[in-house]
């Protein structure tokens, strides 16, 4: 009973921490996603249902999935006593003390779910590295990672969305499989897809982990499936939640002969290959490849420069561009490049079983290949596969060095959200503070082991600062600035693809050449 008081006192100190901090970010800069949100608490409020996926008033029309516009009418039903005027589908770009402090406020209140579910996975954590001091201990190490997430923090808390309950409900699911509740894991997973489909990308994860550690009840003696226990009842179970949790979101739409009309909102592929701000993944290498042989086959008379198109790619639009020299990317190419990317980790969970922490690297692999090869894909994606991993990073050294590189260039990538003078001291101390812990607090608990990183990995990421440095003080003093705007995103880009590319590969082959001990095959 003391040891739970304890953990339930420096826990309920973490949360309070991080919750008085967001507190203190309520005024800083909002993106556009704030009147995007605005425009759906005013949508929802005061149209009908069958009106929802149809207003367009706005250019930020409602392209969630259903769970999350109710969402959005249950918050509209608290606004009114806010402001009223917020409602007013009219009022764009509407940004009164009230609407801010509310839409603020709401984002902080929903991360109760996000702490809750960062509790529960606390308990899942193995705790044969036991610490006198409880900074040392692995479940401590794991919250400060979760709740104090720097990405997190700035993408919710100062850019503006709603991630932090989205990966409440992720976590929580999580929470639920390592502890055998396979039912509960695989409602919350299913709703979860109903607030917000990007999470489709690891749906594969959850798919065969449930087939393989449920569906099938038993395993022989090596390991190998016996393929005699699989359980009619267990696969019916998960259909109807699946089937159940669908129909009631979806089902209201398919009544009205909505649904293509709602499909259409939820993936608009017109809007091109890469964000405006290109995300560090593997196309934005391929942009920058066809930039730089586009420069070269001018400067070398090989194309001629009446037909090429001016700034096409790094114009910062959100809309379709082709490439000069190299083949146009396709909706349909990067579904197949994604999948093809996805497999490998997909069999792994199948054919390698190593229960939870396997369904956890497996969910890391296909959030970070959507990542790389998806269609118009969001730098904020990233935290997709920082958050999971960091279940991971506590418990292998191998798999905390992955950590501290993928988080450190994923965190990196996302500094060009927060371009206002004001936040640059903010971010770069926020990402200060969690980058020094995640290194010293890891370093601390794998201190028996081989260093974390090696020396080249050790250099790339310290080249970050220069690359700040450059991008934020030396460029805006330069007469490049405007000529060519999109050089420091250019470069912040790229860069960190490169060590995001890195660590895929690296978590990649861990995967695929880590052996299985005999007694972990049996179990």
């Known amino acids: 009973r003391a040891m739970a008081a304890g953990v339930r006192g420096w826990f309920r100190a973490l949360a309070l921490g991080v919750s008085f901090l967001k507190c203190l970010l309520i005024p800083s800069y909002y993106s556009t996603d704030f009147e995007v949100h605005r425009n759906w608490l005013a949508i929802t409020h005061n149209l009908p249902l069958s009106q929802w996926y149809y207003e367009a008033t706005s250019e930020w029309t409602l392209d969630y999935p259903p769970f999350f516009a109710w969402f959005e009418y249950t918050l509209s039903h608290v606004a009114k006593y806010f402001d009223p005027q917020m409602l007013v589908i009219e009022n764009l770009n509407y940004t009164s003390h009230a609407t801010v402090f509310f839409q603020r406020l709401s984002v902080i209140f929903t991360d109760i779910l996000f702490i809750y579910a960062v509790h529960e996975c606390c308990r899942c954590v193995n705790g044969k590295r036991a610490a006198k001091d409880i900074l040392e201990k692995p479940t401590f190490i794991l919250a400060v990672l979760l709740l104090w997430n720097f990405g997190l923090l700035i993408v919710d808390h100062i850019h503006f969305q709603y991630n932090g309950f989205l990966f409440g409900l992720m976590l929580l699911s999580v929470a639920r499989l390592c502890q055998k509740r396979y039912l509960e894991g695989a409602l919350l997973f299913a709703v979860l897809l109903h607030f917000k489909h990007i999470y489709m990308y690891v749906?594969?994860?959850?798919?065969?982990?449930?087939?393989?550690?449920?569906?099938?009840?038993?395993?022989?003696?090596?390991?190998?499936?016996?393929?005699?226990?699989?359980?009619?009842?267990?696969?019916?179970?998960?259909?109807?939640?699946?089937?159940?949790?669908?129909?009631?979101?979806?089902?209201?739409?398919?009544?009205?002969?909505?649904?293509?009309?709602?499909?259409?909102?939820?993936?608009?592929?017109?809007?091109?290959?890469?964000?405006?701000?290109?995300?560090?993944?593997?196309?934005?290498?391929?942009?920058?490849?066809?930039?730089?042989?586009?420069?070269?086959?001018?400067?070398?008379?090989?194309?001629?420069?009446?037909?090429?198109?001016?700034?096409?790619?790094?114009?910062?639009?959100?809309?379709?561009?082709?490439?000069?020299?190299?083949?146009?990317?396709?909706?349909?190419?990067?579904?197949?490049?994604?999948?093809?990317?996805?497999?490998?980790?997909?069999?792994?969970?199948?054919?390698?079983?190593?229960?939870?922490?396997?369904?956890?690297?497996?969910?890391?692999?296909?959030?970070?290949?959507?990542?790389?090869?998806?269609?118009?894909?969001?730098?904020?994606?990233?935290?997709?596969?920082?958050?999971?991993?960091?279940?991971?990073?506590?418990?292998?050294?191998?798999?905390?060095?992955?950590?501290?590189?993928?988080?450190?260039?994923?965190?990196?990538?996302?500094?060009?959200?927060?371009?206002?003078?004001?936040?640059l001291p903010v971010k770069i101390l926020l990402m200060l503070l969690f980058t020094v812990y995640s290194f010293s607090s890891l370093k601390s608990l794998f201190r028996r082991e081989k260093p974390l990183l090696n020396w080249l990995e050790t250099i790339y990421l310290i080249q970050l600062v220069p690359l700040e440095i450059f991008c934020e003080i030396i460029f805006p003093l330069t007469p490049w600035k405007w000529h060519f705007p999109f050089v420091p995103l250019l470069l912040t880009s790229v860069y960190c693809a490169l060590g995001i590319t890195y660590a895929w590969l690296k978590l990649y082959i861990s995967v695929l050449t880590e052996r299985i001990p005999v007694r972990q095959k049996a179990e």
């Open 203 to 423: 749906a594969p994860a959850y798919g065969v982990y449930l087939l393989r550690s449920y569906c099938f009840t038993a395993n022989n003696a090596d390991g190998s499936l016996k393929w005699r226990s699989f359980s009619f009842l267990h696969v019916t179970l998960l259909g109807l939640i699946v089937c159940l949790v669908s129909a009631l979101s979806l089902g209201p739409f398919l009544v009205l002969g909505q649904l293509p009309q709602v499909i259409s909102r939820l993936f608009p592929f017109k809007r091109g290959l890469c964000h405006a701000y290109w995300a560090p993944n593997f196309w934005a290498l391929y942009n920058a490849m066809d930039k730089a042989l586009t420069i070269f086959g001018l400067k070398c008379n090989f194309l001629d420069h009446t037909k090429i198109p001016k700034a096409s790619m790094t114009g910062g639009l959100v809309q379709e561009f082709q490439h000069t020299v190299l083949p146009s990317v396709t909706p349909l190419a990067t579904l197949i490049c994604t999948l093809i990317a996805i497999l490998p980790s997909v069999f792994c969970l199948w054919f390698k079983p190593q229960g939870p922490r396997g369904f956890l690297q497996c969910l890391v692999l296909c959030a970070l290949s959507s990542f790389m090869f998806g269609w118009h894909v969001h730098e904020k994606a990233i935290l997709l596969a920082i958050l999971p991993l960091s279940l991971l990073s506590i418990q292998r050294a191998k798999d905390a060095g992955i950590y501290l590189i993928l988080t450190t260039t994923g965190h990196f990538s996302l500094f060009p959200l927060l371009f206002t003078p004001p936040e």
